[in-house]
């Protein structure tokens, strides 16, 4: 049990205990792309110094037993909670502070205590004081103190590796012994050799890599192999599989096996030049076999031994999402399978390799004709044949093949073809044609199987004669007429059969406001509008109606008047998305019932809602996707984070195709997913105290550094007459901080848990 993670709580009104539990309602892997046998589809996440990391130089990288991420830079340690970095520097006039600002290895050792090589020795750090601890040598003089590997036996005696020199810190001793010193040591290394790494094997001997040689002995120094190698300079030393090491050098990468005491080319052993023709700086096998390769400069290089395939990662200046620097120096993978990749010039990268849930993004790539033809999607369509239609703003009308192999892109070129390069309704008729309205008033009908545009302009009585009011929607109802949602000139009905234009606008029916957004037809051929002021029910015979408006003094009315969708579930509940939230409509009253975030919407602004075989309804948000239980009333949120393109969804924009999958668009590009791929992460990841407040002054570490180093469990005594005591916690979760919720208990005060929601502290005064 972590020291921070369970602390007992005194406080002035109460010697009670406090216990602070994560609930976490979903978690999923980062990379919407990714499966294990398409690692190119990556997605990173980066940290560098905008987000607060001391330095853009990344040279080591390590978990803790607790679970924190820590990153060594050039200068500075930093510590990594999924949310926030801590950050801490050598200062000369502070004896408690890391001695060092060059943080170039790292290393937990049996008592989960975090040991750290830096350009100025060897440091402990001391968790429940939050300080620095050095660990002094025997008192050879060293001519570089700078620490470059350290490695653990199977007693927990540490090596550390300089460049000269390996010492040895067994384990509960307060200062380290020589071990080997160069050149001397039995006559084993010549004057220009110099250390490079100190590897201890499965049988606890040691394996020391200098610059020319390699030296296999026991600690006991008793030389049991040694051999000269062609490396260059040596990185790293990695063991993978089969008792053998990657060993990363200056002349290329290596595989050296302990059991013949060979080392070979990879290059030579996969048939890939590339692994010959370049510095190496790390490499790693991971859980599926593949190794990863860090270039001086040309990004990754995976070797996929399998399908004999080499893979090569680089940054993409289009790609927000790729790796950003080709200057690749180190790896490390954790225990959930997230690949952290430490690089020169531009911090860490972060990504899942484990088979993620099941998004396709269809985005915009510059220069390639099998993309999207913008990123901004306004509308969505699968028509009978399976082909997917897209609207965008400013890029026209995408077509994506049935079978995924082609999109055909249409753009306005004011000729018979679609009315604008932003096309903000989709709908194809009982005939099979595909109707396209967008801004300026203007429909087009495209004749799939003619492959012609027809230009159809409603008459100009219904617009004033001026027909510049943008297509919001266009809606083919029970009877086979087509409704045109407009934004300032109400509603028109077009009767395909006689060819006639109908209009209802505020003057001429019971329409609530000419400023209309979307359309819904109910079972007694009645229709639900949208619009700027409201919404209403519409008898088209009749031209009769009811409104339904936004009043602070009525609370079970509409929460807000712009409304954005309209959507009927399989039960035949309406449910209204307004800029203000989802409303349920209650028709024995005519009231509603209102979801916000409050209740667990990921943003307020309801954006488009389907729904999948399930019952459950998804909902597309200014902040992200959700999936909602009616019967329930349970929410599961997702975000960019998650895989989705974006958080920002479109207005309108979202499909249900035959086969059940869902189609989504946002700012960033479309997604398309099938619900039952998309399934939440119920792993309960440790929670932590972050820090305790009394009077608004930290007091967390200087509580717990008076019960001593070693003080699993303190009692944090708080100074009487203190008003206010502040708890603030969080949760070591890397893939995604957004979709963690918290709740606590005072014990002796509250009977029921409390929630906050996604808030990480809690006060009490």
């Known amino acids: ?37 398409d690692l190119s589809g990556l997605n990173f996440k980066h940290i560098t110094y905008r987000e607060g990391l001391g330095g853009n130089r990344v ?47 790292m290393l937990i050792d049996r008592q989960n205590q975090l040991l750290i090589g830096t350009d100025l020795g060897l440091v402990r750090y001391n968790r429940n004081c939050d300080r620095f601890i050095p660990i002094p040598d025997s008192g050879i003089s060293l001519k570089r103190r700078n620490v470059i590997d350290l490695d653990i036996t199977k007693d927990g005696a540490i090596l550390i590796t300089y460049l000269y020199h390996v010492f040895l810190l067994a384990e509960g001793q307060a200062f380290m012994v020589p071990f080997l010193v160069l050149p001397s040591e039995k006559n084993l290394f010549t004057g220009d050799d110099y250390l490079c790494q100190t590897v201890v094997t499965e049988s606890d001997q040691v394996l020391v890599f200098s610059s020319r040689k390699i030296v296999q002995m026991d600690l006991l120094k008793h030389v049991a192999a040694q051999r000269e190698h062609n490396c260059g300079i040596i990185h790293s030393v990695t063991a993978v599989s089969g008792g053998r090491y990657l060993v990363s050098g200056r002349n290329g990468l290596f ?42 400069h040309n990004g990754i290089l995976v070797y996929k031994p399998g399908g004999k395939k080499q893979i090569s990662i680089k940054a993409d200046p289009f790609n927000p999402k790729s790796l950003n620097d080709d200057f690749v120096r180190k790896f490390y993978l954790d225990r959930e399978n997230t690949l952290w990749i430490g690089c020169y010039r531009n911090g860490v990268n972060y990504a899942s390799l484990t088979p993620a849930k099941k998004f396709v993004i269809y985005d915009h790539v510059p220069g390639k004709n099998r993309s999207l033809s913008s990123n901004s999607i306004l509308s969505i369509l699968e028509d009978k044949r399976g082909n997917i239609w897209v609207g ?62 027809k230009m159809i302009t409603p008459e100009c009585s ?26 300032g000139h109400g509603l028109l009905r077009f009767d395909p059969d006689k060819q006639r234009w109908d209009s209802y606008t ?79 409509f209650r028709p024995a009253d005519t009231s509603f019932i209102h979801f916000t975030t409050s209740q667990g919407l990921p943003g307020n602004v309801i954006n488009a809602i389907t729904e999948d075989y399930r019952g459950n309804l998804w909902i597309s948000t200014d902040n992200g996707l959700c999936s909602f239980n009616p019967d329930s009333s349970s929410f599961w949120n997702l975000y960019q984070d998650d895989g989705l393109p974006g ?54 570490h200087e509580a717990m550094c008076s019960q001593g180093q070693h003080a699993d469990y303190p009692v944090i005594v708080l100074p009487f007459g203190k008003r206010s005591v502040t708890i603030q916690f969080g949760t070591l979760n890397y893939l995604n901080q957004k979709n963690n919720r918290f709740e606590y208990l005072l014990s002796g005060y509250e009977e029921n848990w409390i929630s906050t929601g996604t808030r990480r502290e809690v006060t009490f005064t």
């Open 255 to 296: 595989l050296f096996s302990l059991k013949d005491f060979s080392i070979e080319s990879f290059s030579r052993l996969t048939g890939f030049a590339d692994f010959a023709l370049q510095e190496f700086w790390d490499a790693i096998e991971d859980p599926w076999g593949n190794i990863w390769a860090a270039t001086d």
């Open 462 to 487: 219904f617009f004033g004669c001026t027909g510049k009011h943008d297509i919001r929607q266009i809606f083919e109802d029970s009877r086979g007429k087509v409704w045109i949602v407009t934004n």
């Open 59 to 105: 040279f080591s990288i390590i978990r803790d037993a607790r679970g924190f991420m820590w990153f060594g830079t050039e200068n500075s340690l930093a510590r990594f909670d999924g949310q926030s970095l801590r950050t801490y520097h050598y200062d000369i006039n502070d004896s408690t502070s890391i001695k060092g600002n060059n943080i170039n290895t």
């Open 647 to 700: 958080n920002y969804f479109s207005r309108g924009a979202c499909f249900q195709s035959k086969s059940g999958t869902l189609m989504f668009g946002t700012d960033q590009g479309m997604v398309r997913f099938d619900p039952d791929d998309i399934k939440p992460d119920t792993t309960i990841y440790p929670v932590y105290i972050k820090d305790v407040l009394v009077n608004y002054k930290s007091f967390l």
């Open 1 to 37: 049990m972590d020291t921070e993670t369970l602390p007992a709580i005194s406080r002035r009104i109460s010697t009670k205990f406090l216990a602070v539990v994560l609930i976490l309602f979903a978690d999923f892997p980062a990379g919407a792309k990714l499966c294990s046998q």
């Open 392 to 453: 965008t703003d400013g890029g026209g009308l995408n077509c994506i093949s049935a079978t995924g192999e082609e999109i055909r892109h249409f753009r306005y070129a004011g000729k018979p073809g679609i009315p604008s390069d932003a096309v903000l309704a989709l709908m194809e008729d009982r005939l099979g044609k595909i109707w396209v309205g967008g801004y300026m008033g203007i429909i087009a009908l495209y004749d799939p199987d003619k492959d012609t545009w």
């Open 506 to 584: 505020t003057l001429n029916s019971a329409l609530v406001d000419d400023y209309a957004l979307t359309i819904l037809e109910d079972e007694n051929y009645r229709f639900w509008v949208g619009t700027y002021n409201g919404a209403c029910l519409l008898n088209p015979e009749t031209r009769q109606g009811r409104s339904f408006v936004y009043s602070e003094k009525k609370a079970d009315g509409l929460s807000h008047n712009w409304v954005y969708f309209l959507y009927r579930d399989r039960k035949k509940r309406l449910w209204i998305g307004t800029a203000n939230g989802l409303n349920l």
